[in-house]
């Protein structure tokens, strides 16, 4: 029998998603066995409060644009590769997602643009990485985070990629083999890989990509916390202490229409780098507060009113504090006013008061 798992701490819903089995690897893959009847009303209201967040979010995605449009993996090739050449753009596209781990858009969108610029007029290949020494690659990606083992990563890529070497010039096109092949590619990013690379032409051994494929929903950090603060998955009873990317892919695979899946990455994605960041929230601004679907809202609310209204005591305690100060050089009178400016952004963010002194003449 299945062991229930209880839906937060102050719920009393039963269960929702079914215990995952896994291996016993390091990299293993998460399962679900199918919901039991106990379990599908409450699957339906999880799916009816994710349609009504992906509409909220939508409207929001709307108005304020994100990096991820315009730099993530997705859009990359549009913007940076010269020629038709379908190789250049699956390695493109690899390359810039083991470059965005633990890194934003900006900086992985410049260091692939850094590379192709060290490179032009000619395309980048796995012959032209292999070519540059360890440091030169190096320091062409030192924006991104962990740039020197990201530098090693690449050219072990690149060594497999060559003609001639293990894989044929060719990407796998299967995620157990992504990621079992390339050092540093993950699930998320094998994910987004899938989605986004172009078909080989006459591929004979090497599985063709199916355009009416999604391949899986793409979890990283922002879809984690996004989807724990809308309340969309829950760590189960018995497994890790934490929820982990892959547990929130398998419950989110359950709750998100496929048809959604591929959208579902940069749609989040953008919402965490610009609305409601994991310390930056706009809630103020955001539609989706104030209709219960956010538990990082609600309980932020109330915290964020108690600092507000210490800030204004501040403020209205505050007094201004005048010393006249005579020069013997000129005999001149200067007012020098000292005043204790308090900035309510600032207090409510936890910050330490500034003093700043003006003079007035």
């Not at 399962?31 to 799916?47: A, N």
């Not at 962990?146 to 890529?157: D, G, L, N, P, S």
């Not at 004979?204 to 950090?221: C, K, M, R």
Request: aromatic share 4%; with cysteine; net charge neutral.
């Amino acid at each position: 029998m299945i062991a229930p798992i209880t839906m937060f701490s102050d719920s009393k819903i039963a269960a929702s998603f079914p215990r995952p089995h896994s291996t016993t690897t390091a990299s293993a893959t998460l399962t679900y066995v199918p919901p039991s009847s106990e379990s599908t009303q409450e699957l339906t209201k999880i799916r009816e409060r994710w349609l009504k967040v992906r509409d909220l979010v939508m409207e929001m995605r709307e108005k304020v644009p994100a990096p991820v449009d315009t730099m993530g993996c997705h859009v990359l090739p549009d913007e940076i590769v010269r020629t038709n050449s379908i190789a250049s753009q699956n390695l493109q596209i690899l390359i810039s997602l083991l470059l965005s781990s633990q890194t934003k858009d900006q900086h992985t969108f410049a260091a692939v643009q850094s590379l192709r610029a060290h490179f032009h007029p000619d395309e980048i290949t796995p012959e032209r990485i292999l070519s540059l020494s360890d440091q030169t690659l190096d320091s062409i990606i030192h924006g991104v985070g962990f740039h020197a083992k990201k530098t090693v990563y690449m050219k072990q890529i690149a060594g497999m990629l060559v003609n001639g070497g293990e894989l044929g010039g060719r990407i796998p096109t299967t995620l157990e083999a992504l990621v079992k092949t390339f050092p540093g590619i993950g699930p998320k990013m094998g994910i987004l890989y899938l989605q986004n690379a172009k078909q080989y032409p006459n591929a004979s051994e090497y599985q063709d990509l199916d355009p009416n494929e999604e391949f899986g929903l793409a979890v990283d950090t922002h879809v984690l916390r996004l989807a724990q603060q809308f309340r969309l998955v829950v760590r189960p009873a018995r497994g890790p202490a934490t929820m982990t990317p892959e547990i929130a892919r398998a419950q989110l695979e359950e709750i998100v229409p496929k048809e959604q899946w591929k959208e579902t990455n940069p749609l989040l994605v953008g919402f965490g780098q610009t609305i409601c960041g994991a310390r930056s929230k706009m809630c103020g601004e955001c539609v989706i507060a104030g209709t219960g679907l956010c538990k990082a809202e609600v309980s932020g609310k109330a915290k964020s009113s108690a600092k507000k209204r210490k800030a204004e005591k501040v403020i209205a305690s505050e007094t201004v504090r005048t010393d006249i100060v005579v020069y013997a050089d000129d005999s001149r009178e200067e007012t020098e006013k000292q005043e204790n400016i308090v900035d309510i952004e600032e207090l409510v963010g936890g910050r330490r008061l500034r003093s700043r002194k003006t003079a007035a003449r």
